[in-house]
């Protein structure tokens, strides 16, 4: 039976690789970067994400933009911050702006949370991948598609390169990372222009500073210069994606089925219609922001919910997988 494994971040956590954003945070500061941790903090906030995530950053506004009294508020709700700290909410929050007015600082940091994650990836992850995963991963009839960076698949899975697909490249290669928010940028080509206050000293420095913005176009080529083209990727996958036609079976291994990826899902859907996706999550909170995602949208009718207990049951060692099919005899 033809079967596609899309393998995400949480498959690697799965086995205790220490790739979390926070992970990430930590090698940032220990490289003299605090700056860029602290300026991804200050001006990215996250966006699309389920309610109760998004009230407590409604404050800002109230606040009239008091960053202090803000602060306050983002203290009180602390508990709650944990969740935002994804891949998912950094890659889709680069496209979205917040309060940003030095570009040249905008544009820098978009080189060095791009840039650095290679080096963190070569110098910290790789060497802490494990030598032996105890999942039993197929190879016959199987395709994998990783948007992980690492070798977890080959290194531990003992899954031959060839039946790996590293769609933003891997460790070693020029890693492929970012927003997929084309309409920002559509959006910074469009002339800034201002409007007279009737102060001839305030109207003097708005226009000077629309003026920069519209000689420099600094959010443009920051907004490019963290662009992942999903779109250009997918075209250059083509290929691949028609090579899985026919599939059964789907298993989704630590994605959180973002929007930033929402092009590869859909292709992936178009191709192979009529299959079933088993989705795997870790807690009720992961699973419930899972479903909140369009990709799920579009595909809830054909999945079946699992959890890592459950996927060690499936490809785990075979004195867990025998009681589990004997199981399933009994279920049918």
């Not at 109207?203 to 250009?232: G, I």
């Amino acid at each position: 039976m033809k079967k596609l494994f899309i393998i995400g971040n949480g498959f690697d956590l799965h086995h205790n690789v220490p790739c979390s954003y926070d992970d990430y945070k930590v090698y940032l500061k220990n490289n003299g970067l605090e700056r860029v941790v602290d300026f991804y903090d200050r001006n990215y906030l996250p966006f699309d994400l389920p309610e109760e995530y998004t009230k407590i950053h409604k404050g800002l506004e109230e606040c009239h933009g008091d960053r202090k009294k803000y602060g306050t508020i983002l203290a009180k709700n602390y508990w709650l911050l944990p969740k935002l700290n994804t891949w998912r909410c950094l890659e889709a929050m680069l496209g979205y702006v917040n309060g940003i007015s030095d570009g040249p600082t905008a544009i820098n940091f978009a080189k060095n949370i791009t840039t650095k994650i290679s080096d963190w990836m070569k110098d910290e992850i790789n060497t802490k991948i494990p030598k032996k995963s105890r999942l039993k991963m197929p190879t016959s009839d199987a395709f994998y598609l990783t948007f992980n960076y690492t070798e977890t698949l080959e290194k531990s899975c003992n899954i031959p390169s060839e039946f790996v697909n590293h769609i933003h490249n891997k460790v070693g290669q020029q890693l492929i990372f970012g927003h997929a928010n084309y309409e920002a940028i559509q959006d910074t080509m469009q002339p800034i222009s201002v409007y007279s206050t009737g102060n001839p000293i305030i109207d003097n420095v708005l226009q000077k500073t629309a003026a920069s913005f519209n000689a420099n176009k600094y959010m443009e080529k920051y907004y490019k210069a963290c662009l992942k083209d999903v779109n250009q990727i997918a075209q250059s996958n083509r290929a691949y994606f028609e090579s899985l036609a026919g599939l059964k079976q789907i298993y989704v291994l630590g994605h959180s089925l973002s929007s930033v990826d929402y092009v590869y899902f859909n292709e992936i859907d178009k191709i192979a219609p009529n299959a079933k996706w088993f989705i795997c999550y870790y807690d009720e909170s992961s699973k419930e922001d899972i479903e909140e995602t369009a990709v799920f949208q579009q595909i809830k009718n054909k999945v079946e919910f699992i959890t890592w207990k459950d996927v060690d049951s499936m490809f785990g060692p075979w004195y867990i997988r025998i009681p589990y099919k004997i199981m399933k005899l009994f279920k049918h």
